[in-house]
T-cell receptor, first 112, second 110 residues
Framework: DGGITQSPKYLFRKEGQNVTLSCEQN?????MYWYRQDPGQGLRLIYY???????QKGDIAEGYSVSREKKESFPLTVTSAQKNPTAFYLC???????????FGQGTRLTVV | EDKVVQSPLSLVVHEGDTVTLNCSYE??????LLWYKQEKKAPTFLFML????IEKKSGRLSSILDKKELFSILNITATQTGDSAIYLC??????????FGAGTILRVKS
């Protein structure tokens, strides 16, 4: 079955540690996205990538980094510079603009 | 700056009621607008709207876009408890960027 897989579902980290969230898709989509969701704030765009080896900052990129070395993979690193990293993180992909975007099941990150 | 604004932020209704959710947008080189339903984790796709005045319909849900007023509405008739969810509106902007609003939390009471 085609889809987007995010792992892990739940992640706990100590403050000051970097952590990497995985996102893999087998839909052969060119574009991939990372969103952060906090209660009452909808989805805020962190980074997005339209093709391999290229990505752009979204609205809240500070404290995050990404890579796009393969078409099917778009990992997100939450660095110690991110002041409030506890949140629900969603990865999405789309074939191109003006089409439906598909989502993974999300990773809930808790920093203690 | 690209912006998508949804209202109301939350809504409580009784089963059988009809609800209207609102979405306004200001994005660079607007292409289309999407509606999603989020119940637990992954948002699920409802509609994509590209043309003004053409209603998209699926069962009790319908949606329409007004490109002149930069506005869309999502209607749900004869609501059921299973309609309880967060409803998200998103707009495609320049550069293949998908911008979401804050969402409307809908709770349907039995």
């Amino acid at each position: 079955d085609g889809g987007i897989t995010q792992s892990p579902k739940y992640l706990f980290r100590k403050e000051g540690q970097n952590v990497t969230l995985s996102c893999e898709q087998n839909l052969n989509h060119d574009a991939m996205y990372w969103y952060r969701q906090d209660p009452g704030q909808g989805l805020r765009l962190i980074y997005y990538s339209q093709i391999v080896n290229d990505f752009q900052k979204g609205d809240i990129a500070e404290g995050y980094s990404v890579s796009r070395e393969k078409k099917e993979s778009f990992p997100l690193t939450v660095t110690s510079a991110q002041k409030n990293p506890t949140a629900f993180y969603l990865c999405a992909s789309s074939e191109r603009q003006n089409t439906e975007a598909f989502f993974g099941q999300g990773t809930r990150l808790t920093v203690v | 700056e690209d912006k998508v604004v949804q209202s109301p932020l939350s809504l409580v209704v009784h089963e059988g009621d009809t609800v209207t959710l609102n979405c306004s947008y200001e994005v660079t080189n607007f292409r289309s607008l999407l509606w999603y339903k989020q119940e637990k984790k992954a948002p699920t796709f409802l509609f994509m709207l590209t043309s003004s005045g053409i209603e998209k319909k699926s069962g009790r849900l319908s949606s329409i876009l007004d490109k002149k007023e930069l506005f869309s509405i999502l209607n749900i008739t004869a609501t059921q408890t299973g309609d309880s969810a967060i409803y998200l509106c998103a707009a495609w902007s320049a550069g293949n960027k998908l911008v979401f609003g804050a969402g409307t939390i809908l709770r349907v009471k039995s």
